[in-house]
C-alpha cells in the first residue's frame, strides 16, 4: 500500500523578503523547531535569488527548499528567466507553479511545460488549481484547469505531484476570507474525480498529494485538520510570521499524535 509521508507547510514567501539578511533571519527562526517535528515538513519557498543561500542552511529531512515558478528550457536567450535547470542547481527540490498571481504572465500551455519540466528534473510540482469565485460555474472552471494542466503531462510519477487547491477569492491579499473545510472538500472531490479519468486508475490518482490554500492561519488550521482530507498548506501572509507558524505546527503535531493513537474501531 502507497503511504502518503508527513504532513506538509509549503511556505510561499511570495515577494515580502527584501534582503539576504531577513531570509536568513526568518530561516533560521524557524529552522531548530521544524527540526524537532515528527510528522510535518517544512518546504520554504524564498523568491528565486534566496534559494540557494536558505538552501545552504538546510541540514534537515524536515526542511526543504522550494522555488516560486521555474522556466521550463534549461538555459538560453530568455532574459530575465530562472530555469527549472537553475532552480535545482540553487538547491530547490519543489517548485510552485500556476499561482493564480501569476497566471496572467502565462499560458495554460507554458504551466504544463513547466509541470513537465520539473518532474523531468526529478522534483515535485505544487500545482496551484482554484476558481475565481464560487458562482454557478466554479466546478466547471476548476474542471478546466486539471484538464490544462493534467492532460499535457506526463502521467507516470503521481506520487511526485502536489495539487494545492487555492481558490482565489480565498487568499489573502486584500482581506482575510478563508474556505472552509468543506468548501474544500467539495473542491477536492471535483479535482479527485477529473485526476481519476486523467490518470485512468483510482490507485495512481490516489498517490497525488493535496494541500489548500488561502488565508490559512492558527485560528483555521484546526477545521481543516479535523474536518478534511488534507496532505498539507501551503500559505502566504503567515508564512513570514515564525510565532504563528509555530503554533500551526503544534497543532499538526497534536493532531496527527491523536490520530495515530485514537483507538481504531472495528
Ligand atoms: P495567503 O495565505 O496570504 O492567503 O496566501 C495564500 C497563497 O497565495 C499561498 O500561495
Redesign the pocket.
Known amino acids: 500500500m502507497f503511504i502518503k509521508p508527513k504532513k506538509m507547510i509549503v511556505a510561499?514567501w511570495?515577494m515580502n523578503v527584501t534582503s539576504e539578511k531577513d531570509a536568513e533571519r526568518l530561516f533560521l527562526s524557524i529552522k531548530n523547531v521544524v527540526s524537532k517535528l515528527e510528522y510535518t515538513n517544512m518546504i520554504c519557498c524564498p523568491p528565486h535569488m534566496y534559494v540557494n543561500q536558505v538552501a545552504q542552511h538546510v541540514s534537515n529531512k524536515n526542511y526543504r527548499v522550494g522555488g516560486q515558478d521555474a522556466y521550463p528550457e534549461e538555459s538560453g536567450s530568455r532574459t530575465g528567466e530562472t530555469s527549472v535547470l537553475m532552480q535545482k542547481n540553487a538547491g530547490a527540490e519543489y517548485i510552485?507553479l500556476g499561482?493564480?498571481?501569476r497566471r496572467h504572465l502565462e499560458t495554460k500551455l507554458d504551466i504544463s511545460r513547466k509541470v513537465t519540466a520539473v518532474l523531468e528534473h526529478g522534483m515535485m510540482p505544487i500545482i496551484?488549481v482554484g476558481e475565481e469565485q464560487r458562482d454557478k460555474n466554479w466546478k466547471k472552471n476548476l474542471i478546466q484547469q486539471v484538464r490544462d494542466v493534467f492532460n499535457r503531462v506526463p502521467k507516470k510519477e503521481p506520487e511526485n505531484i502536489i495539487v494545492?487547491y487555492?481558490p482565489i477569492w480565498?487568499?489573502?491579499?486584500d482581506k482575510k476570507n478563508p474556505a472552509t473545510s468543506a468548501e474544500y472538500m467539495e473542491a477536492l472531490e471535483v479535482i479527485k474525480k477529473e485526476l481519476q479519468k486523467i490518470f485512468k486508475t483510482v490507485a495512481a490518482a490516489s498517490k497525488i498529494r493535496f494541500l489548500y490554500?488561502?488565508?490559512?492561519d492558527d485560528k483555521n488550521i484546526e477545521d481543516f485538520l479535523k474536518n478534511a482530507e488534507v496532505d498539507g498548506f501551503?500559505?502566504?501572509?503567515?508564512?513570514h510570521d515564525p510565532r504563528i507558524l509555530m503554533t500551526m505546527f503544534r497543532l499538526i503535531e497534536d493532531h496527527v499524535q491523536k490520530e495515530l493513537f485514537a483507538p481504531k474501531e472495528e
Open positions: 510561499n511570495k510552485i499561482h493564480s498571481e496551484c494545492a487555492e480565498a487568499i489573502s491579499s490554500g488561502g488565508s490559512l501551503l500559505v502566504g501572509r503567515v508564512s
